[in-house]
Nanobody, 125 residues
Framework: VQLQASGGGLVQAGGSLRLSCTAS????????MGWFRRSPGKEREFVAV????????EYVDSVKGRFIVSRDITKNTAYLQMNSLKPEDTAVYYC???????????????????WGQGTLVTVSS
């Protein structure tokens, strides 16, 4: 599976962006998908995860109520809708996919086998 992340950009605080992660080379619907981010000077951290069928989602506390993770299996694409953005959301955002044999919605990046290249989100105050 190859992942291509897109949708980043510069936005003012309070604004919104939608990130996309398109998969190719595999059966996208059979993998757990996660979003992670790396802020300047920090380690990459978990943001959100969605299960294989798309019915279950989990988020890091700092984005709950603001971010929504979803997926469209017909388009082989996962999304991260980011609303009410804050300057502290500034980061490079990465999408990851677990191996299709794995069903656990892991929040640990070491459990993800495939990664997109990252897309930069900058939130100005």
């Amino acid at each position: 599976v190859q992942l291509q992340a897109s949708g980043g950009g510069l936005v003012q605080a309070g604004g919104s962006l939608r990130l996309s992660c398109t998969a190719s080379g595999g059966t996208f619907g059979n993998v757990v998908m996660g979003w992670f981010r790396r802020s300047p000077g920090k380690e990459r951290e978990f943001v959100a995860v969605i299960n294989k069928g798309g019915a279950r989602r989990e988020y890091v506390d700092s984005v709950k109520g603001r971010f929504i993770v979803s997926r469209d299996i017909t388009k082989n694409t996962a999304y991260l809708q980011m609303n009410s953005l804050k300057p502290e959301d500034t980061a490079v955002y990465y999408c990851g996919a677990r191996d299709r044999s794995q069903t656990f919605m892991s929040t640990s990046q070491s459990d993800y086998y495939y990664w997109g290249q990252g897309t930069l989100v900058t939130v100005s105050s």
